[in-house]
């Protein structure tokens, strides 16, 4: 118990720290001189500050050090806690919205799933929008980091929370001595690229408010959209491009991107691990697609084919979810295979979702462990990546992420199925959603979205989003016995 | 000269070894006293029991009227301290250090005067392993030593039935491959030197040390014998220091399978090498041999500390199929013995690695000294100065050049031609010249011939 007051303790700053967040809608409201929507985004700061207030000060005395089994529990708490408040304004603006439904569109947010309950985006009031991408955007890189990186009282805990919260197997290189110097300096360089991308869009012909939304949705690879159309409103090539470009930085290394800022020089990425095998992948998928498609005699010419299947692969691919076109009529091979993608191609250190292209790499590498193992059994084998040795613990973890990863999509999948959804919309959106990609095929495909599933479907679609940014052992280490031992 | 060797390890006793023959005083130290006692025992020099890095103990040994410094410890470290002590506390004129780590190597600045003031510094692991990485390069040879930065070459084969020049004179090379320029510089039969004329006839077993153009080698080597199949795949028993160099030299050319005894060393193998098979089992294992088809493999190298486990697992390795055998053995009693027989070659460290230290030590302007045959033969490469009055060489011809009996003139390299030494050839200055010696007692005496008289100066 004693253990969970500490934790409620920095649970209080946390939130007291996100309702500072409520700051860019106000500010949205005030421009638009949109009143009403100014002041439910007020009471909803409030509410959320007051009871932080109230959280911190009534455990006040249980102030302690964070341990590891604290820094699980407060980013779980943290990451349930905090969709429950950011409904706050969806509930307060749209009257008609269900708890279920605001809590599955902000958790969606936060967690970068960019799935959608919401019909209408193109009505709903810029602050509400706003909101919606923020989140998408303050989820891509974590809270809890952003929290690491401002709140020095956090103290030496920072750097069991940013374990904890952070995605990838191998989470001990820290780029500077200090955590909280480390999460800075990501921050930072997360909020570079975002402003890089926000002029760019404005640049090709967004409207401001566009060009924030979706420069940050596209940054937290979330993929929420000013548009019921998502980007396909536009119909613009120039957009298209530059999402992609932005999508693959994303999905890349922030530490790899700071390293090469400060080196000033491109070789970084090459001795990144991930970088490559990642963009060989999405392009030769996109350039096979494309064929893939214009074969079929979808599109017209081998170019158009290239242009659609480009900019909607990277986007699965990349965890974001936006779509240009209803890319759920192309034949079934098509969406499957970029839904495969989503899974793999995002780096450790991204916003992205899945299981990681470094896991990817080391199951890749483990099988062929076996293969040399089998025909030289006196081999001393150790796996190698980016020419380090990586320890069999990593293996094996990574081995029982894996089989967690598929235990939890087979079982949620079954759950779907029982509650009577049809298979490739059941496998899909679970799929879709442990990923924290967004639009799966079937009913929850680009051209609808989750609006039709039961509260039912939808709290099991919630559940997996949060599993898979919290990469399943951070969440299902509540649920075991030791966890809670003495 | 004074000479003073710290470290009295494999490469510091073969040096003091090889020096007190030729008439220094030497003193050695060492943290170990068994190891000098030994060494003592053997040796007409004086020793001394001490850390070789404190000013003290190398007082006591003498630094002050030292001429030479050999810091020759197991410790990079340690060597560096002592040459940087040596030349700012005594003065000593030259200091030769054994360096093994390449992040020291890498930096050139560390060695100057301003830091270490290292004036040569030497690896003797490198050495050997660049001298296996020869022998792998050209299988047929028994030895393959570079002159004048790698531009001519004195290789050592052995001649077998096959090669066009077997059974004829060696006259008949001029005639067979007029485009290449080659020169016999010694024939050993039955372990007997032979100086070689025009008109000896080459047997079946012969040992034949011929000069050449680098690039030439390959077809000389035709001459002599078969050629083998070029070499592809090299098993390496020991991932010490010598065969991770090796494996870390060879891995992107060839097939490389390492066999290593000791696991942790195991994984810190595989850590560093990329493209090698590290194989986790005793080299003297013969079912591990035949599971890792030891019959497929070109080259064997059995390269562990211990010599009885190398000679072991050599002869399994050659029993098991191995085309050629390779071991290496320290102890120069079995050199001998097994050498010619089931082993192809037996490797020296010591011998190996000695000709680059004998090179500064040496007076003149010796460029590099190869030890050949258990150290009883030397071959050198030389510099010519002066002119044809300071000099006894600059501006002769070689037949008019008084070398003692025993000492022939192979090549002679000028600028980046080599030219091989005919009768007629006349020697300019700063010529390098390859001088092959079947005796090493006359060594001085060749050194001397090319000394500058004071004139000079």
């Known amino acids: 118990m004693r253990r969970a007051l500490t934790v409620i303790h920095a649970l209080g700053l946390l939130l007291v720290l996100f309702s500072m967040t409520y700051v860019l809608p106000l500010a949205t409201a005030l421009i638009y001189a949109d009143q009403s929507v100014f002041l439910d985004f007020l009471l909803a700061m409030v509410c959320t500050a007051s009871l932080g207030v109230l959280m911190w000060l009534l455990t006040r005395h249980f102030k302690g050090e964070l341990s590891i089994r604290h820094g699980y529990l407060l980013v779980v708490g943290m990451w349930t806690a905090m969709p429950a408040f950011a409904t706050l304004p969806l509930l307060l603006v749209l009257p008609g919205l269900s708890f279920t439904d605001a809590y599955f569109e902000t958790m969606s947010g936060l967690t970068t799933t960019g799935a959608t309950v919401l019909v209408g985006l193109d009505n709903l009031p810029a602050a509400i929008n706003l909101w919606r991408h923020e989140l998408n955007w303050l989820g891509g890189l974590g809270i809890i980091v952003l929290a690491v990186a401002v709140l020095p009282l956090l103290g030496i805990g920072g750097r069991q929370l940013f374990k904890a919260e952070t995605p990838g197997p191998m989470k001990d290189s820290a780029l500077t001595p200090r955590i909280a110097e480390t999460a800075r300096n990501l921050w930072l360089v997360y909020l570079g690229i975002t402003f890089a991308c926000m002029a760019s869009l404005k640049w090709a012909g967004m409207n401001w408010l566009d060009a924030v939304c979706h420069s940050f949705s596209a940054m937290g690879l979330g993929g929420f959209s000013t548009h019921d159309a998502s980007v396909g409103y536009y119909n613009s090539p120039r957009i298209e491009f530059i999402l992609i470009i932005f999508m693959l930085l994303a999905v890349m290394n922030f530490a790899t991107h700071f390293m090469a800022l400060r080196a000033r020089s491109f070789s970084v990425y090459r001795s990144d691990p991930e970088v490559f095998p990642t963009l060989v992948v999405i392009l030769g998928s996109c350039v096979g697609i494309a064929f893939y498609l214009w074969w079929q005699g979808i599109y017209s010419s081998y170019w158009l084919a290239l242009r659609h299947a480009s900019f909607n692969l990277v986007s699965i691919a990349t965890s974001s979810g936006y779509a240009s076109v209803d890319y759920a009529q192309w034949p079934i091979f098509a969406p499957l295979w970029m839904m495969l993608l989503t899974a793999t191609v995002a780096s450790a250190g991204s916003t992205g979702g899945g299981i990681k292209m470094i896991r990817t790499l080391v199951l890749v590498k483990q099988a062929g462990r076996e293969f040399i193992k089998l025909l030289h059994p006196a081999a001393t084998n150790p796996m190698k990546i980016a020419g380090q040795v990586v320890s069999n613990n990593i293996v094996f973890s990574v081995l029982g992420f894996i089989f967690l990863y598929f235990m939890a999509i087979a079982t949620l999948t079954f759950v779907l199925l029982i509650s009577g959804m049809d298979f490739i919309s059941a496998f899909t959106a679970i799929l879709a959603s442990i990923n924290n990609c967004g639009p799966g095929l079937g009913v929850v495909g680009p051209a609808s979205n989750y609006q039709g599933l039961t509260d039912f479907q939808t709290w099991i679609c919630t559940l997996a989003m949060l599993l898979g940014r919290l990469e399943i052992f951070t969440l299902l280490i509540l649920f075991t016995p030791q966890f809670w031992r003495r | ?457």
């Open chain 2, 1 to 457: 000269m004074k000479i003073l060797i710290l470290g009295a390890g494999q490469v510091g006793s073969t040096v003091a070894e090889s020096l007190v023959s030729e008439a220094n005083d030497i003193t050695v130290v060492d943290a170990d006293a068994a190891k000098l006692r030994l060494l003592q025992d053997r040796l007409d020099l004086r020793t001394l029991a001490g850390n070789a890095s404190h000013p003290s103990v190398l007082e006591q040994a003498g630094i002050a009227d030292t001429d030479m410094l050999l810091a020759v410890t197991q410790s990079d470290e340690v060597n560096l301290v002592a040459c940087k002590l040596a030349a700012s506390l005594y003065n000593t004129p030259t200091r030769i250090a054994r360096i093994r780590a390449s992040d020291f190597l890498e930096r050139e600045e560390i060695f100057n005067k301003d830091n270490f003031c290292v004036d040569f510094s030497i690896c003797p692991e490198q050495i050997l392993t660049d001298y296996i990485v020869k022998l792998i390069e050209f299988p047929e040879a028994l030895q393959v030593l570079e002159f004048a930065d790698g531009k001519a070459s004195l290789v050592a084969v052995r001649a077998f039935e096959g090669g066009p020049l077997v059974g004829k004179q060696l006259n008949f090379l001029r005639t067979h491959m007029p485009q290449v320029e080659t020169r016999v510089a010694a024939i050993f039969r039955k372990d007997r030197p032979i100086i070689p004329q025009g008109d000896t006839v080459v047997e079946e077993g012969d040992e034949i040390f011929f000069i050449a153009a680098t690039a030439n080698i390959r077809s000389v080597l035709q001459e002599m014998r078969r050629m083998d199949r070029p070499t592809k795949r090299v098993m390496i028993v020991g991932g010490g220091n010598i065969g991770r160099r090796l494996a870390q030299a060879l891995e992107h050319d060839y097939h490389v399978k390492l066999i290593e005894f000791n696991r942790k060393a195991c994984e810190k193998l595989a850590g560093e090498l990329t493209n090698t098979l590290i194989l986790n089992g005793d080299g003297t294992d013969e079912k591990l041999m035949q599971q890792e088809h030891v019959e497929d493999i070109d080259v064997f190298c059995a390269l562990t500390n211990d010599d009885e486990n190398n000679i072991m697992s050599a002869l399994l390795a050659k029993q098991g199929g191995a085309r050629k055998v390779i071991s290496l053995i320290n102890r120069s009693a079995y050199v001998g013995l097994v050498q010619g027989g089931k082993i192809d070659i037996a490797l020296s460290p010591a011998q190996v690695t000695i000709g680059s230290l004998l090179a500064y030590v040496r007076q003149g302007d010796v460029a590099v000294v190869h030890s050949l045959r258990r150290g009883a033969a030397e071959a050198l490469e030389l510099i010519a100065h002066g002119d044809r009055k300071s000099s006894q060489v600059v501006g002769r011809r070689i037949e008019e050049v008084a070398l003692p009996t025993g000492a022939t003139i192979g090549a002679i390299v000028r600028g980046d031609e080599v030219i091989m030494g005919h009768r007629d050839t006349l020697i300019q200055a700063d010529d390098h010249i390859i001088v092959f010696v079947i005796n090493k007692a006359i060594v001085r005496k060749v050194e001397k011939l090319f000394r500058v008289n004071l004139g000079f100066f």
